[in-house]
């Protein structure tokens, strides 16, 4: 399989951006790879662990000059500064892109400050764990997951393909939708789930130390799910909830409005509105297994048949 991209350059190397450069030097997708990061403990973190074919720079402006593609992987609280330092660096024709969950924020903070000839494609994987750093990345973390594009209204459309090839050689599935959409979508799927997860773990939390209870030594799996959630990064969460505010408060004023209901059935004794309200939660929970299950199926089959050399990282 030939490369994407020759020169590759990913800013930021936490669980997001160290997997990608794992499965860029897996799956050969750029000819060159350079990497950065803020801190220099993390940057000489990824020089031991070598990631295959990456150069580890000091500086984002070092990392950029000459790329073809840039990948952002940093908090989306840093976009504007990020764009500010590299912007005037960029070559002509170069593709800047993201792994951000809030897609308004990158064209908000990043394109008042890129040169025209530079091409702004946002994107969003939807991979991830609960844990962090550059030796928390994962050469497989992509495979049969969805990474959301979302070119601007006009954008070039060599860079958004670039981008879509980009990700579909990491083994992805890719959708494409607008950015409002995107935000829309992710604020019901993503954001109030993490919301609420982090709600909930303070709850718990609180009652330990009010009633002495075992909250936490006799947690059963739904609430270990819950705390899963609630261990991501607290830097990267407080940035996506405050820049997806308005998407974000819409859906949890419904989320109030619904968990009122529910609490009054509770109270009044309503077991036939409880039943009602479950029992389309489950079929709701159905439809979506169905739907995860041939979505992966068909990423893989695509992606077999596009790439039918191409192993997992660390594959025989």
């Known amino acids: 399989m030939a490369p994407v991209v020759n020169r590759l350059a990913v800013i930021g190397q936490g669980l997001i951006g160290s997997s990608i450069t794992r499965a860029v030097s897996a799956n050969k997708v750029a000819r060159e790879v350079v990497v950065t990061d803020a801190s220099a403990k993390v940057r000489k973190t990824v020089a031991e662990l070598g990631l295959g074919i990456a ?6 402006v070092e990392a950029v000059r000459g790329a073809d593609l840039v990948i952002a992987c940093v908090p989306v ?37 890129l040169p025209k000839s530079v091409h702004l494609v946002p994107a969003h994987p939807l991979a991830g764990t609960e844990h962090s750093g550059p030796e928390a990345g994962l050469a497989d973390l992509f495979e049969n ?30 959708e494409t939708m607008p950015v409002k959409h995107h935000d829309e979508a992710l604020a019901i799927t ?16 609180k009652h330990e130390e009010v009633s002495q209870s075992e909250v936490m030594k006799y947690s059963a799996g739904g609430f270990r799910d819950f705390t899963r959630i609630a261990s991501s990064n607290p830097t990267m969460w407080r940035d996506i909830f405050l820049n997806n505010k308005e998407a974000v408060l819409g859906v949890l004023q419904q989320f109030n409005a ?6 009054k059935a509770i109270e009044e004794n309503d077991g036939e509105m ?29 992606h077999e048949d596009a790439f039918p050399i191409v192993r997992p990282y660390g594959d025989d």
């Open 258 to 263: 619904d968990l009122s209901a529910l609490a």
């Open 145 to 174: 997951r969805w990474c959301i594009v979302t070119p601007l209204e006009g954008a070039d459309e060599d860079a958004a393909e670039t981008v879509r090839q980009f990700w579909k050689a990491l083994g992805a599935e890719v």
């Open 77 to 113: 609280g840093q976009y504007g500064a990020l764009a500010q330092e590299i912007g005037p660096h960029l070559k002509a024709g170069a593709v800047l892109s993201d792994v951000g969950s809030v897609k308004g924020a990158v064209v908000r903070d990043m394109l008042p400050h």
């Open 55 to 60: 150069k580890v720079v000091e500086t984002s």
């Open 274 to 302: 409880l039943i009602d309200a479950l029992s389309k939660s489950r079929l709701t929970r159905r439809k979506v297994i169905e739907k995860e299950h041939i979505s992966v199926t068909s990423a893989k089959r695509e």
């Open 190 to 205: 993503s954001h109030l789930p993490h919301l609420i997860a982090f709600a909930i773990f303070h709850t718990g939390l």
